[in-house]
C-alpha cells in the first residue's frame, strides 16, 4: 500500500505553501504530492491568495523536488484544449524526469468555469469530450519519433501533428481514471486508464465500483494490469482531542469525517486503510486540507505508513 498526499490548493494556498507541502511529503517518504484542478474555492473560506494553475505549479515543482511522484486528481477536460494539455503535461513529465502521474475528468464545477469564462456544456458532452481528449492525448505521446498524429472527431480535429515534446515515460505518463459512474467511467477506465480511483466513498460503495471496472476490463478484454486506489480525506491525531483539533481546522466534524474519511487515532486510520486493502486498493490518496499543520504528515508518515 502507497500513501500519497492530495491537496486543494483553490481553498487557499500560494505556490510557497504547496513546496513546502510537497518537499515535507518527499523527505518523509510519500509516494506522491497530487494536487486538484480548480479555479475557485469550495465552502466558507476566502480561497486568498486565488488560485494557481496545477500545471504551471506542477512544473516547479518538478525542478525543486527529485523523487515524489506529481500528479493532479483530476485535470479537468473542460479548461484546456488536448494538443496544447498534451504539450503541458509532456513537458512536466521531461522536467521531473519522468514522475508525472495524470488523472484527467470531465470538469464538474460550474461556479469556477462561469466565474473565468469558461464553457460548461451538458455532462454528455463533457463525457465525450474527455473520451476524444484520451484518445488524442495518448495517441500524442504513442506516436513514433518521426512520425505524425491526425484525429477527426465530434468535438477536436488534428491534422499532421508532430506530436512533440514526447514525455520522459515512453508512452507518456500513467494515466488515471476516476468517479464511482456506472456507466461510461468504467468502460474509459478499461480502455485507456493506467490507474482506477475512486474519491470520498465509503467501503461499501469502493468494493462495487471496482467491480464495475473489474468486468469493464473482462468485457473489453484488457489484459494490461489496472492499479486500484481511492482517495480519502484525513485527520489524524494522537488522541481524541488532537483530533477534533485538526477536524475544527478545516470546518467538519469528527463524526462525520470518521464516517467519510480517514479519521481518528493512527490505529484507526490503519485498520479501514486494511478495509480498503482488502478490496485491491493499492494507493491511497490522503486529501490533506490544512497544508500549514506539516506536524500532520509528520504523525501520519510515522505511525500510519510506517505500519502499513
Given at each position: 500500500?502507497?500513501?500519497?498526499?492530495?491537496?486543494?490548493?483553490?481553498?487557499?494556498?500560494?505556490?510557497?505553501?504547496?513546496?513546502?507541502?510537497?518537499?515535507?511529503?518527499?523527505?518523509l517518504g510519500f509516494d506522491a504530492f497530487f494536487r486538484s484542478d480548480h479555479y475557485v474555492k469550495m465552502g466558507d473560506v476566502t480561497g486568498e491568495p486565488g488560485p494557481t494553475d496545477?500545471?504551471?505549479?506542477?512544473?516547479?515543482?518538478?525542478?525543486?523536488?527529485?523523487?515524489?511522484?506529481l500528479g493532479t486528481l483530476v485535470t479537468a477536460a473542460t479548461f484546456r484544449h488536448p494538443g496544447s494539455l498534451a504539450i503541458s503535461v509532456a513537458q512536466v513529465d521531461r522536467m521531473s524526469g519522468g514522475r508525472v502521474d495524470f488523472g484527467l475528468g470531465t470538469g464538474w464545477f460550474e461556479e469556477e468555469h462561469t466565474a473565468y469564462g469558461i464553457p460548461f456544456p451538458s455532462l454528455g458532452e463533457r463525457?465525450?469530450?474527455l473520451e476524444e481528449q484520451l484518445e488524442i492525448l495518448t495517441g500524442l505521446w504513442g506516436t513514433p519519433g518521426g512520425e505524425t498524429y491526425s484525429f477527426s472527431g465530434e468535438h477536436y480535429t488534428l491534422a499532421d501533428s508532430p506530436a512533440l515534446p514526447k514525455p520522459a515515460q515512453?508512452?507518456?505518463?500513467?494515466?488515471?481514471?476516476?468517479?464511482?459512474?456506472?456507466?461510461?467511467?468504467?468502460?474509459?477506465?478499461?480502455?485507456?486508464?493506467?490507474?482506477?480511483?475512486?474519491?470520498?466513498?465509503?467501503?461499501?460503495?469502493?468494493?462495487?465500483?471496482?467491480?464495475?471496472?473489474?468486468?469493464?476490463?473482462?468485457e473489453?478484454?484488457?489484459?494490461?494490469?489496472?492499479?486500484?486506489?481511492?482517495?480519502?480525506?484525513?485527520?489524524?491525531?494522537?488522541?481524541?482531542?488532537?483530533?477534533?483539533?485538526?477536524?475544527?481546522?478545516?470546518?467538519?466534524?469528527?463524526?462525520?469525517?470518521?464516517?467519510?474519511?480517514?479519521?481518528?487515532?493512527?490505529?484507526?486510520?490503519?485498520?479501514?486503510?486494511?478495509?480498503?486493502?482488502?478490496?485491491?486498493?493499492?494507493?491511497?490518496?490522503?486529501?490533506v486540507l490544512d497544508l500549514q499543520d506539516l506536524e500532520h504528515l509528520e504523525l501520519l508518515a510515522a505511525e500510519v505508513m510506517a505500519k502499513l
Open positions: 500500500m502507497r500513501l500519497r498526499i492530495f491537496t486543494e490548493p483553490q481553498q487557499g494556498a500560494s505556490y510557497e505553501t504547496q513546496l513546502a507541502v510537497a518537499k515535507a511529503a518527499e523527505d496545477s500545471w504551471i505549479t506542477l512544473g516547479a515543482l518538478a525542478r525543486e523536488t527529485s523523487r515524489i511522484r463525457f465525450a469530450r515512453a508512452g507518456g505518463p500513467p494515466i488515471i481514471v476516476g468517479g464511482a459512474g456506472p456507466k461510461r467511467t468504467p468502460r474509459l477506465a478499461a480502455r485507456y486508464a493506467d490507474e482506477y480511483n475512486v474519491p470520498f466513498t465509503q467501503p461499501e460503495g469502493t468494493g462495487a465500483a471496482f467491480d464495475r471496472v473489474r468486468a469493464a476490463c473482462a473489453a478484454g484488457r489484459t494490461r494490469p489496472l492499479v486500484y486506489s481511492v482517495a480519502q480525506v484525513v485527520c489524524c491525531g494522537r488522541d481524541e482531542e488532537e483530533v477534533r483539533r485538526r477536524a475544527a481546522a478545516i470546518g467538519r466534524t469528527v463524526p462525520e469525517l470518521r464516517t467519510n474519511g480517514l479519521t481518528g487515532t493512527p490505529g484507526e486510520l490503519v485498520d479501514k486503510i486494511g478495509r480498503f486493502a482488502e478490496l485491491g486498493a493499492e494507493r491511497v490518496y490522503l486529501q
